[in-house]
């Protein structure tokens, strides 16, 4: 009987740990880690401020909890996209497009992900994923120089370009105050994913798009 | 002799302030903001620590200062550069180059200006001088396109691609925790050059370089 009881209650905390990550996603999604407030995000899980303390240290481990999940799964669609049938240069044109495209598509969540001002903790955390990034990149540009369609030229070196070519070259266009992320229109968005994918294949190939 | 008086003391206090500053600089260049603490900038500067709260607010607003002096410097240095005689593309090439170069150069100092975790006051300036050297860019870039050495295109999108690509790719070799900063020699500083040079000339241009 003791033991089904404490069954339940890690039941509970599990239930109300995945509530309390939920609901701070979807704080973050709308507004931005500025405005994911503890109390906010009590109310909208249904649990006490002090319940998220008893399941994160602080606001920033909880920040930095929903930062890497929400990150991974962006490093996991560049990894997948770089990892179908194709070209590399080819895999590598779609991995941007798409890392583009969906970021264009959760634009706040994007936003908080690749340029809002943060803490220190989790901007350690983003120099970390871009290194990530960059790795996926990196392999591909040199299955592309093995194949022969990306001249010979040091990958390490040209994939942080990409990553730091479409990171920056969405942060105007996320930019909440910048005023600009609501006015984009679906024709703004594919010409401003196609220059950013044409410069990056330019840059590594060096032959016009 | 009470206006004389006065006069001294403003004096004093400029003389203060100036030494404040030319302190944090010192401690920022040698070991990141991070590492630059109130009590040991005080020590170097020779005043009370109560003294730099008479003249900045916090410790933020110290360093917001040194931000904006250091990098205010580093976009005029592009400006002056793009402004130089010659065509577009070898004008942006040179800037590009001279940032990547200054920055090897002073690698702390550049690493705590272009990616030093700091709080979100400070990385919010660092969003708006990526702005300022985005604009500098995209003016060259028009300028290029005008002139036939650029093939038409989104010049303020291309201008935040070179943003990024140099800015992330001097990530690595400037950070000191990957500690790779004072391993490099020169000819590896020379081939990083070049090779974020020829990624972003490339990614303008489309013409092998």
Chains 1, 2 share one sequence.
Not at 97 to 112: D, H, I, T, V, Y
Not at 169 to 177: D, K, M, N, R, Y
Request: glycine share 6%; proline share 3%.
């Amino acid at each position: 009987m003791a033991y089904r009881e404490t069954e339940k209650m890690r039941q509970r905390k599990a239930e109300a740990r995945r509530r309390i990550v939920e609901c701070t996603y979807e704080c973050v999604a709308e507004g931005g880690f500025r405005s994911a407030r503890i109390t906010r995000i009590a109310g909208l899980a249904g649990v006490a401020t002090g319940t998220i303390y008893r399941h994160f240290e602080s606001r920033e481990d909880l920040f930095a909890e929903i930062f890497r999940t929400a990150t991974q799964k962006e490093v996991d669609k560049v990894a997948e996209a770089l990892d179908t049938p194709g070209d590399a240069t080819t895999r590598l044109e779609n991995a941007l497009r798409q890392f583009a495209e969906r970021a264009l598509r959760g634009p706040m969540m994007a936003w908080s992900l690749i340029a809002e001002p943060v803490d220190p903790k989790l901007e350690e955390e983003r120099l970390v994923y871009r290194r990530a990034y960059a790795e996926h990149f990196e392999r591909a540009i040199r299955e592309g120089i093995a194949e022969g369609c990306i001249p010979d030229h040091d990958a390490r070196q040209s994939s942080t370009c990409l990553v730091g070519a479409i990171a920056e070259s969405l942060v105007g266009p996320l930019s909440p105050t910048l005023a600009s992320q609501n006015s984009l229109t679906e024709t703004d968005k594919n010409r401003l994913v196609d220059s950013i994918v044409r410069f990056c294949v330019q840059g590594l190939t060096g032959s016009r798009r």
